[in-house]
């Protein structure tokens, strides 16, 4: 088996002279830059309205990293990210670095407790570019309207001439369009209805203009009969034997308690709709005090790279820290190899 090493405590905690992020440092996009390590990371000062913002940091090693800014770098500013942004993903494509991000468009906490509401919070993914990480364009929502709509990555390059993205519509699912249905609600399904997935799935669309996205289908569905759902993790990382692709798995227990953890595919570079491997165990699980903190069970890998024959993934740990493991990429690949489809 393949497993990834991970350092047994945090590679970013909350500052408490930062009150902004004293409540919460996690869900990190990382990427490498002038020969530093950038770790975009989602903050939170409170849990009044649990507001999240952007924190930047920097590194020259990827494990000792140190705040870049005393103050946010990027914070809610639009009316479709009013009550929080969140988990920003990084990608580079040619010179550009793009950011993706959920976008809350209403209020999710009230006195530590969930807001109350007559509808399920709606949510979108917005999409930043940056050159400097202190600067941003807000390009706007790229995600299917009413689609509830979470975990975009895109892929540093276009394939066969066009932009391609990795998403998780928490909407397009049997069980999801069955109870819509019943209510009488309509939500604009991209495919027969008969064909939609069991549980929320990882779905690939294609762009010219990285605004308009369209032919969107199934790129990955849940493969494990525990599986809750799925969704892109770190935005997909090319190798000479393909895209990998680290994404998280949710576990709900008998006890309630949902357990995320991560796993790992290979798809093909040319056609990224084919699934070369995909391993059936997960290579990162919540094992350390920090990964579990408040009763949270949470690995959420969100940013990574490779340097030399080293793959480094950062995650959000129990929705608290920042955390990072590691594993050699040959053997990963070789690992993979054992599991083709």
Same mark, same amino acid.
């Given at each position: 088996?393949?497993?990834?090493?991970?350092?047994?405590?945090?590679?970013?905690?909350?500052?408490?002279?930062? !009150?902004?992020?004293?409540?919460?440092?996690?869900?990190?996009?990382?990427?490498?830059?002038?020969?530093?390590?950038?770790?975009?990371?989602?903050?939170?000062?409170?849990?009044?309205?649990?507001?999240?913002? /952007?924190?930047?940091?920097?590194?020259?090693?990827?494990? #000792?990293?140190?705040?870049?800014?005393?103050?946010?770098?990027?914070?809610?500013?639009?009316?479709?990210?009013?009550?929080?942004?969140?988990?920003?993903?990084?990608?580079?494509?040619?010179?550009?670095?793009?950011?993706?991000?959920?976008?809350?468009?209403?209020?999710?906490?009230?006195?530590?407790?969930?807001?109350?509401?007559?509808?399920?919070?709606?949510?979108?993914?917005?999409?930043?570019?940056?050159?400097? /990480?202190?600067?941003?364009?807000?390009?706007?929502?790229?995600?299917?309207?009413?689609?509830?709509?979470?975990?975009?990555?895109?892929?540093?390059?276009?394939?066969?001439?066009?932009?391609?993205?990795?998403?998780?519509?928490?909407?397009?699912?049997?069980?999801?369009?069955?109870?819509?249905?019943?209510?009488?609600?309509?939500?604009?399904? !991209?495919?027969?209805?008969?064909?939609? !997935?069991?549980?929320?799935?990882?779905?690939?669309?294609?762009?010219?203009?990285?605004?308009?996205?369209?032919?969107? #289908?199934?790129?990955?569905?849940?493969?494990?009969?525990?599986?809750?759902?799925?969704?892109?993790?770190?935005?997909?990382?090319?190798?000479?034997?393909?895209?990998?692709?680290?994404?998280? #798995?949710?576990?709900?227990?008998?006890?309630? *308690?949902? *357990?995320?953890?991560?796993?790992?595919?290979?798809?093909?570079?040319?056609? !990224?709709?084919?699934?070369?491997?995909?391993?059936?165990?997960?290579?990162?699980?919540?094992?350390?005090?920090?990964?579990?903190?408040?009763?949270?069970?949470?690995?959420?890998?969100?940013?990574?790279?490779?340097?030399?024959?080293?793959?480094?993934?950062?995650?959000?740990?129990?929705?608290?820290? *920042?955390?990072?493991?590691?594993?050699?990429?040959?053997?990963?690949?070789?690992?993979?190899?054992?599991?083709?489809?």
């Amino acid at each position: 088996m393949f497993t990834l090493t991970r350092q047994t405590t945090p590679v970013l905690t909350p500052d408490e002279a930062y !009150p902004w992020e004293k409540e919460g440092v996690f869900n990190p996009g990382v990427t490498t830059m002038d020969e530093k390590i950038i770790m975009l990371y989602r903050a939170v000062g409170e849990r009044e309205a649990y507001i999240s913002k /952007f924190g930047l940091a920097t590194s020259s090693d990827g494990i #000792h990293f140190t705040r870049a800014s005393t103050e946010p770098v990027f914070v809610p500013q639009q009316a479709f990210d009013t009550w929080g942004t969140e988990d920003p993903r990084i990608t580079k494509i040619d010179e550009d670095f793009f950011v993706t991000y959920v976008a809350v468009p209403e209020r999710i906490m009230l006195n530590g407790e969930s807001f109350p509401r007559t509808t399920p919070l709606e949510t979108s993914t917005a999409l930043l570019k940056t050159h400097d /990480f202190f600067s941003y364009e807000n390009l706007g929502i790229i995600s299917a309207p009413r689609s509830d709509n979470k975990d975009i990555v895109l892929f540093p390059k276009k394939i066969n001439g066009k932009y391609c993205m990795l998403h998780r519509p928490n909407r397009w699912d049997k069980g999801t369009c069955d109870r819509l249905q019943g209510e009488g609600k309509h939500v604009d399904w !991209p495919c027969d209805l008969a064909h939609l !997935p069991e549980k929320p799935a990882i779905w690939i669309a294609w762009s010219d203009d990285l605004k308009h996205w369209t032919d969107h #289908h199934i790129f990955l569905a849940a493969l494990h009969d525990n599986d809750s759902k799925i969704g892109p993790g770190i935005p997909p990382i090319e190798t000479s034997e393909g895209w990998l692709l680290i994404y998280h #798995h949710m576990e709900k227990k008998s006890s309630g *308690v949902f *357990v995320y953890t991560a796993y790992i595919a290979l798809f093909d570079l040319v056609d !990224p709709t084919i699934c070369k491997a995909a391993l059936p165990y997960p290579i990162l699980s919540p094992q350390e005090p920090f990964e579990k903190y408040n009763g949270r069970e949470i690995v959420f890998p969100t940013g990574g790279f490779i340097k030399d024959d080293t793959l480094f993934v950062y995650y959000g740990a129990s929705d608290y820290y *920042v955390g990072l493991a590691t594993g050699s990429l040959s053997e990963l690949l070789q690992e993979l190899s054992q599991y083709k489809k």
